[in-house]
């Protein structure tokens, strides 16, 4: 049972039975703050951030870590990884505003985004963001408008057609993707030419971001010589001067016991080594690397805990046994069929059992958090914990059914910090008009 304590934080512990994770029992949290209750682990955000921070700056000294709010974020936990060193990707008006909020020094944010509009490209210029990441022809028409005399500075985000071998709903570097501009049409060389002419723009770098998650390094071995060969022709043909590469995010995560995800230090060295190696055959001055890990800093560091209510048993078909939470809070089983590991927070010591489906608690015969997983003979009132929730659950929750969107508290050598309340039945009708 024990051996799912890998896929928890770091400080996670059994203890007479009882999960605890910072030194807080998980049931306690639960009958503190109700359930679902999403625990993130500070020591292990920390530990991530400095994990990506180290390892590529030992191997590739000018690395920028930048934080993909997508994966979950709020103001405390942009303030916590501000103060590890971490810039941000954001790819919203909502997102630049939490940053922003958080105290995030505006030249650290990447703008990123397929479709920004013309207000969010606004409040990107005005508030001074370091980087726009441009997406398309559209958004470098539109900077050219909303410019006013700035010089704003962009990279170009490209699809180098690399599939990174994860689902379809998370694959956006190949070319049929909405996403940048394709290398294989000419579109890219034509956005380097109009970046090249352009007042409102200044070209640094180029960018791409390959899908998620990504267990193998190949995909970036592969990618980053395509990237480089183009930035290549770029400078003998357009007088490119490339001071940066983005290679995007997609580190993995290790949700279950037989995927395990590689290390930072094998994603660190591979495409370390692909930089200096593609730049070094091309003559190119080596460029500052940029990362964008999501998932990968605050995926481990996050558990969702949900408390078992019915428990239907269909004999010789299924025993389904629903939770308090489900697809509202975490949509990933049901969107595209991601797979969790189950451990029972409150009887954790305990083998055996019978195999099971947790359900969640939402319309939709969909709605199954974990299908067929063995586990003790569960009871109303038993506190479950889904290890690895802390990238794309909350950040993708939804209010479906009119349910309460969960609360996040942050946990730390036995304290707990209340850094998200449960919404109200009145935070449901607060935007009503009547
Ligand atoms: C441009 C870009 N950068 C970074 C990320 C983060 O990916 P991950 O959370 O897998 O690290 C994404 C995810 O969609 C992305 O689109």
Do not use: W
């Not at 949290?29 to 999403?38: I, Q």
């Not at 805990?305 to 299924?318: F, H």
């Not at 939770?323 to 029972?344: C, S, W």
Request: neutral net charge; glycine residues 10%; aromatic residues 8%.
């Amino acid at each position: 049972m024990s051996d799912k304590l890998i896929l928890f934080p770091e400080t996670a512990r059994i203890e007479r039975g009882h999960l605890s994770i910072g030194g807080r029992d998980a049931a306690e949290l639960c009958r503190e703050f109700g359930t679902p209750l999403y625990v993130f682990d500070e020591a292990m955000l920390r530990t991530q951030c400095r994990g990506f921070i180290g390892e590529f700056r030992q191997r590739y000294p000018d690395t920028r870590v930048v934080y993909a709010c997508k994966a979950f974020i709020n103001r405390a936990l942009a303030a916590l990884l501000a103060g590890e060193g971490l810039g941000f990707d954001v790819v919203s008006g909502g997102e630049l505003s939490i940053v922003l909020a958080a105290g995030a020094a505006p030249e650290r944010i990447y703008f990123h985004g397929n479709n920004k509009s013309r207000e969010e490209l606004a409040a990107a210029l005005g508030r001074g963001v370091g980087r726009i990441v441009a997406d398309n022809f559209h958004e470098l028409a539109l900077l050219e408008e909303l410019a006013a005399g700035r010089r704003q500075k962009v990279l170009l985000r490209l699809t180098p057609g690399i599939d990174p071998h994860t689902h379809k709903f998370t694959t956006t570097g190949i070319v049929d993707s909405k996403f940048g501009f394709s290398l294989v049409d000419g579109q890219a060389e034509e956005a380097v030419k109009l970046a090249g002419r352009s007042r409102a723009v200044e070209l640094v770098g180029l960018h791409f971001h390959l899908g998620s998650p990504i267990f193998e390094m190949e995909p970036y071995e592969k990618a980053i010589p395509v990237v480089l060969d183009f930035a290549a022709a770029m400078k003998e043909r357009h007088g490119l001067a490339l001071q940066e590469l983005s290679i995007g995010g997609g580190f993995a995560v290790s949700y279950v016991l037989d995927r395990p995800a590689p290390p930072i230090a094998a994603y660190a060295e591979a495409i370390a080594t692909a930089v200096r190696e593609a730049c070094r055959q091309r003559r190119l001055a080596g460029p500052a690397l940029v990362i964008e890990p999501g998932r990968s800093i605050v995926g481990r560091a996050g558990v969702a805990l949900y408390s078992v209510g019915a428990v239907k048993r269909i004999p010789g078909v299924r025993t389904y046994v629903s939770v308090d939470g489900g697809m509202a809070d975490n949509i990933r089983p049901a969107l595209y069929g991601a797979k969790y590991e189950v451990l029972v927070a409150n009887r954790a010591g305990e083998e055996g059992g019978e195999v099971v489906s947790i359900a969640g608690k939402f319309c939709e015969s969909g709605d199954i958090l974990v299908q067929d997983v063995r586990l003790p003979a569960l009871r109303a009132g038993d506190i479950l914990a889904l290890p690895a929730a802390g990238a794309y659950c909350l950040s993708m929750a939804s209010n479906y059914n009119s349910s309460l969107k969960p609360p996040v508290v942050l946990v730390k050598d036995g304290q707990a910090r209340l850094i998200r309340r449960r919404e109200s039945y009145d935070d449901l009708m607060r935007c009503d008009e009547v």
